[in-house]
């Protein structure tokens, strides 16, 4: 991809875990809407449906349930003016001495090796001073010092480990050990002020269309959409998450830390917080949320929905849909596996047969 515009530079915000191409959200809303229809994606992500969508002057609504990928959406959608952003940089960096954080002995190795004393000491007082949920500065900061909490070695605050997911603390000591890396020596203001430069070099994106982007549960929120949103949508565009892939919450343990959760590199038992693993879980989380969306969509507008080919979710998927789109035609779209696709998970050398998109309409 090309950085010569705002847009560009912005897009791509943060790593996550199974992500749209650009290309195929630009392309799908192009087809399927004009300027000013609106879009809503119930499961958003990173929220490059939301994004892309104002961007090319649809006005977009977008429900995400994990704070990594809302930080990075909201980031995306309303960034902070850079002169502020740096302004509270400087006043975490300055306060770095005044927080302390109480590492668990489970963990002690982990942050041992994976950040120096000085990135810590940043890190846990950007932790305690960024009201990231109410502040659209502190949250674009914390967008930025997300991405690069962890990646490989001297281009981010970790020692080697991968971008988009943090794998287990005793997996990492092992690998680090193993390869005797240490912490890499950064000062983390020049290091922050250099990403903020090279993200703000080209302006800020220009989002003609208005955007909202809320932290919570789909089950639950679209309740509260129904009156404001009734028969406007004119594209709904989503991926749930798929049975048995990703556990959205677990791969971003350590980013879930710095927002201010506790350190934990469980299973979270909330529900719709870990990886589909029951079939009927999966069907009811899906017809909550397809059926209570069905009410937003306009009579002549489209659903879009890319998914797993494998065979699990895409038949739960493409039965719920006809169930809550009655009388709806669709069609089916094979995109095969390809370094693109959401199921390219790093390391997974299974079969993967890619995925498959659903498309909706009454005529
Ligand atoms: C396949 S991903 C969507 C990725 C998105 N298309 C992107 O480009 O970033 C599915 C998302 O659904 C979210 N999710 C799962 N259950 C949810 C729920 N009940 N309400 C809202 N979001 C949910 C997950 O946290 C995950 O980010």
Redesign the pocket.
Known sequence: MSYQTAYHRWVGIGP?????PTSF?EDTIKKYTQPGDWIF?????????VFIGTALNRPAIG????PV?WVYGKTKTSPAPKEMVLARLEQISLNADSFSFKIPDSFQEFFNLCFSEQTLKFLVSARNMLDWRNSDVDRTLMAFILIDLHGSRQRSFSNQMRQSKAMAPKYSVRWWKEHKTTPPEIEPKSFMQKKIDWRYEKGTPILPAQSELIL????Q?INDLNESYQNKIKLLF?????IDV?D??RDQWLRLWMLGEELSYKRKTEK?KATFASSIEYEK?LLD?FQKSSQLVCSDGYVYV?TDARKNTFEITLKVLKQCFPGWKYRTIKQPYSKNT?TALFGDKSSKPGEKDIVLYRQ
């Open positions: 996550y875990y199974a992500m749209f959200v994606d119930p499961f958003a992500g990173r929220a490059s449906s429900i995400e349930i994990n990928g919570g549960d789909s089950t929120v989503t991926s749930p998450p798929y990703t959205y919450h719709h989380l949320v890319r959401q």
